[in-house]
């Protein structure tokens, strides 16, 4: 079974800073790291590999940095890394960056058949959850979003059972192989890595492809010439207002009820009149508590 | 697992001390696999902030080709006595320091340790990260022969292992070659801060003239409320390392929180200058073992040498610790080259490398240096006492009151035995000589 996953190198934003004049990102300092979503997607594929043989191979489009992250993938289990990397690729949206993954997975598919792509859900840094839904329309595979669990894959069959997360539950989907998954972190707990992969990825020099060699990329659309999003204006939004505290220390109990009942008619959050013409409990148990 | 993880040399720890062991076995020949349990080589090492070429030469002797992560040459230097309103300064700045390289260079670790692994690499050292040594695998007769870790299938075996993994030095305990946990009373507990500068500011508050001088200056008194300890500013390229330093006992005893001291010395009247507008970009802490001489752990037993931190390498007085600890990695793994020639990794072969410990300048300034914890902290007033009446007594020095000279100096003396009886003071002179001297 080969398995090909994209993942993205981010920064690690539970310690970004926003530069409140120009509204981008403080990338300075900030430590690199795997997209979340993509660690546990690579982690599932290590663990189907595991279980029916074969390989997982992981590309990313991104700085020469990047190559941290594929050697990441490498100590989780990955075998072959391929690091998508000119200055011609830089500023690319999830249009240009979706054309270009999918033109690397095709080059792929041209060395032998791909049973299934991985994507994580999203990027940290973006939030767009594009790229992934991107890829798949361009391979012209199935896709499927949020997928939380597999219940069954057949690489023979080339059929898969898959548990998608959506606001209202779980759907239980079936679909045929190759396809698309953008995954949830609950896809595949990430789990410690052997010494042995350790060393490996100590030695492990990541394939390097440019935008013309192996791949002739279509040089318009790729980086910023391929991608038509603008950044209208970045801003942090204003802190909330503290909200108002009446103490019942203070006021006593009525006078703090009268008034937080005040409050919440004044905001017109709530139609007070209508709760109070409902029926009141009778079950015995809705009396007063102290 | 098929097949074992075999090398002839572990090193464990990414620091100075390991660093320096790996590359020597390296260059010898011997496969090497250093692990490290931080991130990267460095991610947990924090110092405050000179590094001693000479131990550069002695391990990486090609190291000024290989573009080091260095700060700036350190071409001034020396002590400032600090008293509340006043400082009084013991300084050397010296056209001779200013040869290239340097005796010396401020250094960051985050940046100088990655580097240095990274040419332990380029030697063909195998260094894994993110990996913790757990304990040791033994033969029949209980030597050891090989380390586990907190990975699965994490065995990994050698005929040697160099243990330098730093101050909290708990293989070196299991081992039984360090008795227990380090004594408060003999570990410095230092916190610093790297602020931010631009490189001009920097010369100019400092005087320097360019990129190739810097400052390195150690500061007594009132850097550290008077109590035994150390405060300390380096220059940087681009910023300045302020920090300082107390026996953890001391701190305990005075219920004194690090980050708060360091906090009064930062606003200093006479420091506060120096850092006007600089920007705090990083700042942390780590324990120094002040052990000395006479507390060290065994350094060897049959197939384990250890060096650096977890040995106790360090000369407080002279702030020196990296190039002990480098010298000390080199001699391990120079020895280990010698047992594989042998084959031999006894203890008492591995004996070798105290016995050339101690002809090298390592056990020699640890040696003379033994009493200086004890001195510390058997005069607790000293820092207080006589960096406070040097203040005083200049202060009336190079001042003119309209007083007759003889009364000044009279003046002076009784400043000195305001503060401690004559016997007093002789008893002081006589550790502190002591403390020197060995």
Known sequence: MHTVVAIKQVPDTTNVRINPETGTLIREGVPAIINPYDLHAVELAVRLKERFGGKVTVITMGPPKAAEALIECVEQGADRCILITDRKFAAADTLATSYVLARAIEALQEEGPIDLYLFGLQAIDGDTAQVGPGVATRLNVPLITYALHIESIDPEARVAVVHRKTERGIEVLRTRLPALLTVLKEIAPVQRAPLANMIRAARYKPEVWSSTDPVAFDQAQIGIRGSPTVVGRAYTPAPRQAGDVIRVSELGLQECVRRALQNIQASGAIDLASIASAKRPTDGNGGEHS | ?438
């Open chain 2, 1 to 438: 697992m098929a097949n074992k993880l075999t090398f002839d040399a572990i090193v464990v720890g990414g620091g100075p001390a390991g660093t320096s062991a790996a590359i020597t076995m390296a260059r010898a020949g011997l496969q090497t696999i250093l692990i490290e349990r931080g991130r990267f080589a460095g991610a947990k090492n924090f110092f405050g902030g000179v590094l001693y070429t000479h131990a550069l030469d002695a391990v990486l002797p090609d190291w000024q080709s290989r573009g080091p992560a260095l700060e700036r040459p350190v071409t001034d230097t020396g002590y400032w006595l600090l008293s509340p309103d006043s400082v009084l300064r013991f300084t050397q700045k010296s056209e001779r320091f200013k040869k290239v390289p340097a005796e010396s260079y401020t250094a960051l670790r985050a940046n100088f340790d990655p580097w240095f692994a990274q040419q332990a690499v380029d030697l063909g050292v195998l260094v894994i990260t993110k990996t913790t040594v757990t304990g040791f695998l033994r033969d029949e007769k209980g030597r050891v022969i090989g380390v586990t870790t907190d990975r699965p299938d994490g065995d990994v075996y050698a005929p040697v292992v160099i243990i330098a993994e730093g101050v909290n030095n708990l293989l070196t305990q299991q081992l039984g070659l360090a008795k227990s946990d380090l004594p408060p009373r003999f570990v410095a507990l230092s916190v610093k801060e790297y602020l931010g500068l631009p490189e001009k500011e920097v010369e100019a508050r400092f005087g320097l003239s360019g990129p190739d001088e810097g400052v390195a200056i150690d500061v007594f008194g009132d850097a550290t409320l008077g109590l035994p300890g150390t405060g300390f500013i380096y220059t940087d390229r681009a910023g300045i390392s302020i920090g300082c330093g107390l026996l953890l006992e001391q701190l305990v005893i005075n219920n004194l929180k690090p980050y708060e001291i360091l906090a009064r010395f930062k606003n200093h009247p006479i420091i506060k200058p120096y850092l006007e507008g600089a920007e705090r970009l990083e700042y942390g802490a780590h324990l120094i073992p002040e052990t000395g001489y006479d507390r060290m752990p065994t350094l060897y037993t049959d197939g384990v040498m250890v060096a650096g931190d977890a040995a106790g390498m360090v000369d407080a007085l002279h702030r020196e610790g990296t190039n002990l600890a480098m010298i000390a990695g080199k001699i391990a793994g120079e020895t280990a080259v010698e047992a594989h020639k042998q084959r031999n990794f006894s203890a008492e072969f591995l004996k070798e490398y105290r016995r050339r410990l101690q002809d090298s300048f390592v056990l020699k300034d640890l040696k003379q240096y033994r009493r200086m914890t004890d001195f510390l902290d058997s005069t607790p007033h000293f820092m207080e006492t006589y960096v406070n009446f040097a203040n005083e007594a200049a202060y009336r020095y190079f001042t003119a009151h309209g007083m007759a000279k003889r009364d000044m100096e009279k003046e002076i003396i009784r400043l000195l035995t305001r503060r401690r009886s004559f016997l007093g003071v002789a008893v002081d002179m006589i550790k502190l000589l002591r403390g020197m001297r060995g």
